[in-house]
């Protein structure tokens, strides 16, 4: 069973999260490499690109956006489920959205929201607790295998 975890490279708590995952589920690989990039990756690629003079749109093309695509599409298509740590932003939900709709379990690990959405409900399970999180993974995900 492979879980990846989905949440913002400025979210600090993915990793410890995972953590927590992963002593909860021993048998089970719970995937956040994509982390290790830092918190302003991002932001070093959007200069770098600005920098080059390239827009956003061309900067989609240039080879290190379709490598980091790759790298996350390749271990997003190879998961059983995700698990959205928030807050995340557009690419965690989009990423979310992506495995829902191939008919994967998709999980919210929510937080404190100023702003409330309705939205969350297309999600396999929503909660503010782990202990909660890892009673719901289990339960949807031994009934899928």
């Given at each position: 069973?492979?879980?990846?975890?989905?949440?913002?490279?400025?979210?600090?708590?993915?990793?410890?999260?995972?953590?927590?995952?992963?002593?909860?589920?021993?048998?089970?690989?719970?995937?956040d490499d994509w982390h290790a990039a830092g918190p302003h990756?991002?932001?070093?690629?959007?200069?770098?690109?600005?920098?080059?003079?390239?827009?956003?749109?061309?900067?989609?093309?240039?080879?290190?956006?379709?490598?980091?695509?790759a790298f996350d599409k390749r271990h997003l298509d190879s998961?059983?489920?995700?698990?959205?740590?928030?807050?995340?932003?557009?690419?965690?939900?989009?990423?979310?959205g992506y495995m829902l709709g191939r008919g994967k379990p998709?999980?919210?690990?929510?937080?404190?929201?100023?702003?409330?959405?309705?939205?969350?409900?297309?999600?396999?399970?929503?909660?503010?607790?782990?202990?909660?999180?890892?009673?719901?993974?289990?339960?949807?995900?031994?009934?899928?295998?």
């Open positions: 069973m492979k879980i990846y975890m989905i949440g913002s490279l400025r979210n600090p708590l993915v990793p410890t999260i995972a953590k927590q995952l992963r002593v909860a589920f021993p048998t089970w690989e719970i995937f990756a991002d932001d070093c690629w959007r200069d770098y690109e600005k920098d080059r003079g390239r827009s956003f749109i061309e900067a989609l093309s240039g080879h290190a956006a379709k490598n980091v695509f998961s059983d489920a995700v698990v959205l740590v928030a807050p995340a932003g557009k690419s965690g939900h989009l990423e979310l998709g999980f919210v690990l929510i937080d404190s929201p100023e702003r409330w959405d309705v939205m969350y409900q297309f999600a396999t399970g929503v909660t503010n607790d782990l202990d909660e999180l890892s009673g719901m993974m289990r339960a949807a995900l031994t009934v899928t295998r």
